[in-house]
């Protein structure tokens, strides 16, 4: 099945913006010191007039009361990061595959704005259609099955519902179960080229950014548009891996951290 636009799409008004930032696919975690260092970084030595966070900022997400308990002590440092950064810019957010269930008590206290998937960002010179991109990659079917069941209202009630440590387990599950799968996939499904076209005609944008594909490059499309896809981070790995990108003054460029 062919993913269709929802009615109801974030349209963000940024023509009064110079520096603009976008990161996706830090897959924050405890056990990944060096990359939260570097998130921690970037939120204190840069000023950008707006940063946009397009998914995957959480390796795993079970539920807003997760930051309550002693298994969210962590991600509660991050949102406390978060929410200070936003006292001087404005940060949205764009759910990915791993964090879909942050709900507004988390966005709150990360300081942080909704954005549906996907969203349209005008700026003075452009107008540029925001994604996770995982809904754009239709050649993994099996993907694209499980991600129209989590993301039902029926699902998400029944597994709610569940005490918070059963839900940490059955997350614990499912990465496992992602690890295993991609263990045996030669490679990785990419975000359909013609479906993000179509998209970026029907709402009119010259440009596309997004991340979950892991592979950072920019794509020349028909007509002159442009698709931009963020990296993944990891700076546990030398050489390290992930970077800003950055839309200031009409061009985009890489912010090495």
């Not at 440590?165 to 614990?172: L, Y």
């Not at 709402?203 to 920019?218: A, F």
């Not at 003054?249 to 090495?256: I, L, R």
Request: charged share 20%; proline share 4%.
């Amino acid at each position: 099945m062919t993913p269709t636009l929802p009615a109801d799409i974030s349209v963000v008004q940024g023509g009064s913006w110079s520096v603009i930032d976008f990161i996706s696919d830090l897959h924050l975690q405890q056990s990944d010191t060096a990359n939260f260092q570097s998130f921690q970084y970037y939120l204190r030595a840069h000023s950008p007039d707006a940063l946009f966070i397009l998914g995957d900022l959480f390796e795993v997400w079970v539920g807003d009361d997760f930051i309550d308990s002693t298994h969210g002590v962590f991600e509660k440092k991050c949102l406390d990061a978060l929410k200070t950064a936003s006292l001087r810019f404005p940060i949205y957010f764009l759910a990915g595959n791993r964090d879909f269930l942050l709900g507004q008590r988390a966005l709150t206290a990360g300081g942080m704005q909704a954005l549906s998937e996907p969203s349209v960002l005008k700026t003075k010179t452009t107008s540029i259609l925001l994604s996770h991109g995982d809904y754009l990659c239709l050649d993994d079917q099996d993907y694209q099955k499980f991600r129209l069941e989590v993301r039902s209202h029926d699902w998400q009630s029944q597994f709610f519902v569940k005490p918070l440590q059963e839900r940490i387990q059955i997350a614990k599950h499912l990465r496992q179960q992602s690890q295993q799968l991609k263990q045996k996939q030669t490679s990785y499904a990419d975000v359909d080229q013609a479906l993000a076209t179509d998209w970026m005609n029907q709402l009119q944008c010259e440009v596309m950014v997004h991340g979950h594909t892991h592979k950072p490059q920019s794509h020349n499309l028909e007509n002159k548009k442009v698709r931009h896809v963020l990296p993944d981070w990891d700076f546990e790995v030398t050489p390290h891996r992930g970077y800003v990108w950055r839309y200031a003054q009409g061009v985009f460029e890489p912010v090495v951290l």
